[in-house]
């Protein structure tokens, strides 16, 4: 009798399943075009909830609270109160920080049935943690343009530790974290759908 | 059924796993492509390079263009590839997954290198179709540069890491594997059977 070798690495035909095939490229290019008219007809009430949703967690650490953000224009403009009236208003771009929804909705689209209620439930809730990682990527660009941008100010206000976290916390997001976060939400919850669909016994053709 | 409740939880915490490699080596490759000596003594020749070829492409296709380290050059437009738009963010996303992925570490280094080469590609098609756009239609090259290619690009990056993970899947599982009974028998996976 043999001792099977213990495993020294996941089996790679046990993993999740995925399946792609031409309906599931044709679901890809489909979710990608829905979510792609979906973001352009959505893009400015969602950077005005954005800015307002940023602002408040701001503001609820800030002390005295002075930022205020207003979305316009594709931008997110940022204010304070205790800016000199006649300075200029920094904007920070906007659709930088949520265009990946686009990426988002197409991924969701290349399950079998995105439209049934719970893989299409599943993607709102991966949609609502996204506007999360979009509040949290734009307190990190207010606060990184507060640290490195605003000469004396900046380094009067914020340290060497400070800067490199709010604003390395940006660039990781711009870099890497925008492009992942979709993947990431993707693969926790729509691609779930996959493996927790009951057995269905399969006919067998001739 | 207990069974299967079980390979649900295992498939979970597989699931997982893969998620939490996947984002360990995300924050690793991107701390070092963001260290100044990487980024100075790779990223940007690679970007510079990324620029000749595309220039070169471009006079190809008629356009009469000019390349300066990492700038492009018309008489109607310009343009300069900055971090963002040399594949190297998509490259990264591929990198981490496929690296996270449990698979023989040949095959991954196959996929790596097959993979980057793709991105490459098209990225490639992504800064000359928008160098042209910005040329002749510059008032789409907004929408195009920000929401188009990026996500475009990176969605191919994400459908080459699908397309690997699927082909790896397939293979049979190795004779000697113990643990675990395999529901397949290390047969390859019908495409109709859940994990």
């Known amino acids: 009798m043999t001792r099977a070798k213990p495993r020294n690495r996941e089996e790679p035909s046990r993993h999740a399943r995925l399946n792609l095939d031409r309906g599931a490229a044709l679901r890809l290019a489909a979710g990608f075009a829905a979510g792609l008219a979906f973001w352009f007809a959505f893009s400015a009430p969602y950077e005005r909830l954005l800015a307002a949703a940023a602002g408040g967690l701001i503001d609820a650490f800030e002390s005295p609270a002075v930022t205020r953000l207003r979305a316009s224009g594709g931008e997110i403009r940022v204010d304070r109160t205790d800016f000199p009236p006649a300075s200029p208003r920094p904007g920070l771009p906007a659709s930088d920080l949520h265009f990946n929804f686009v990426l988002l909705a197409a991924l969701f689209a290349l399950g079998r049935h995105p439209l049934s209620p719970r893989p299409f439930g599943r993607f709102w809730i991966a949609a609502a943690l996204l506007f999360g990682i979009h509040v949290i990527a734009l307190v990190f660009q207010v606060e990184g343009l507060y640290a490195t941008r605003l000469g004396d100010w900046s380094g009067a206000h914020y340290g060497a530790l400070a800067r490199n976290f709010w604003a390395g916390g940006f660039h990781f997001y711009l870099v890497a974290g925008r492009f992942a976060a979709p993947f990431v939400l993707w693969w926790a919850l729509g691609r779930e759908e996959e493996t927790s669909q009951p057995l269905r016994p399969r006919s067998r053709r001739r | ?195």
Not at chain 2, 46 to 67: D, K
Not at chain 2, 117 to 128: E, G, W
């Open chain 2, 1 to 195: 059924m207990k069974i299967d409740a079980d390979a649900r939880s295992a498939a979970r915490r597989r699931s997982i796993g893969f998620l939490a490699r996947f984002c360990l080596l995300l924050v690793v490759f991107y701390f070092l492509v963001a260290w100044h000596p990487v980024n100075d003594a790779v990223i940007v020749p690679f970007t510079a390079a990324i620029a000749r070829v595309s220039g070169g492409v471009l006079g190809l296709l008629g356009e009469n263009v000019a390349v300066a380290g990492t700038e492009i050059r018309s008489s109607r437009f310009s343009v300069q590839i900055e971090n963002g738009c040399n594949g190297v963010e998509t490259a990264l996303l591929f990198g981490s997954a496929v690296l996270a992925f449990p698979a023989p570490w040949k095959r991954r280094l196959i996929g790596l290198a097959l993979g980057f080469a793709a991105i490459q590609l098209i990225n490639l098609v992504r800064v000359v179709s928008l160098f042209w756009i910005g040329a002749h239609r510059p008032a789409l090259f907004s929408a195009s540069h920000t929401v188009l290619w990026q996500s475009a690009v990176v969605l191919c990056g994400v459908l080459l890491f699908l397309l690997w993970a699927s082909k790896e899947q397939r293979r049979p599982a190795p004779a000697a594997a113990g643990g675990a009974p395999a529901a397949t028998g290390g047969k390859p996976r019908d495409p109709g059977e859940t994990a």
